[in-house]
């Protein structure tokens, strides 16, 4: 298992030099980087509307939709840009790790990060909502509209299975906030092929 963590270590190291090789100025990057989560989350955001509830694609709900999209975008990548500063830091804190305890605990903060993630999601879609109907002339009480969202969150774990649009909506919202503990996963599961095939050949 010792020989995992190295490998698994050398590969997040590679993964924070060539980040910083390549990176430039902050005044540059982070701008790039913005404008790729914003991307991402209005294209996640197409993704799940088109195969999670098409009907609401179309017509007046459509419309609205369109227009959702934007501050979806725009909230979800202030989130997902910040976190994965907030990642790169975790990483080098986890490179000085002397204990493999120690190096898996640093790596774990990253799952406080999804599950921020998870509220940050009904937060915009609550905000979002509430904004465009505000610029459409159209009254909704904030606060309402967050209970809202809390009960559908509370509904879909406890009774998950009608609620599996919603279930799957959200996953895929989420999917730029799980990048980076995705990316552990990958790594570690290259890692443990990697010595295991060395030892055994």
Known sequence: MNSIIVTWKNSLRNLVDFYEAKRGSIYTFYPTLFLLF?????????WAMFTAFPEL???????HYFK????????????DSL???VTI?????VLRAQKNVEYILHLSLDLVIAVLATFWVLFV???SGWIIHLLDSIHQDLADRNEDYKRMLVDALANPTDNKRNIYFGLIM???AMLPTCSYVFMFLKSSFRT?????Y
Do not use: D
């Not at 914003?38 to 197409?46: A, M």
């Not at 830091?89 to 804190?93: G, H, L, T």
């Open 38 to 46: 914003v991307l991402i989350n209005i294209g996640c955001y197409w």
């Open 57 to 63: 694609t179309r017509g007046n709900a459509g419309q």
């Open 68 to 79: 959702v999209q934007f501050p979806v975008g725009f909230l979800g990548a202030l989130f």
């Open 83 to 85: 976190s994965f500063f």
């Open 89 to 93: 830091f975790i990483i080098r804190r």
């Open 125 to 127: 879609f609550s905000f």
């Open 174 to 176: 989420g999917v730029s």
């Open 196 to 200: 295991i095939f060395q030892q055994k």
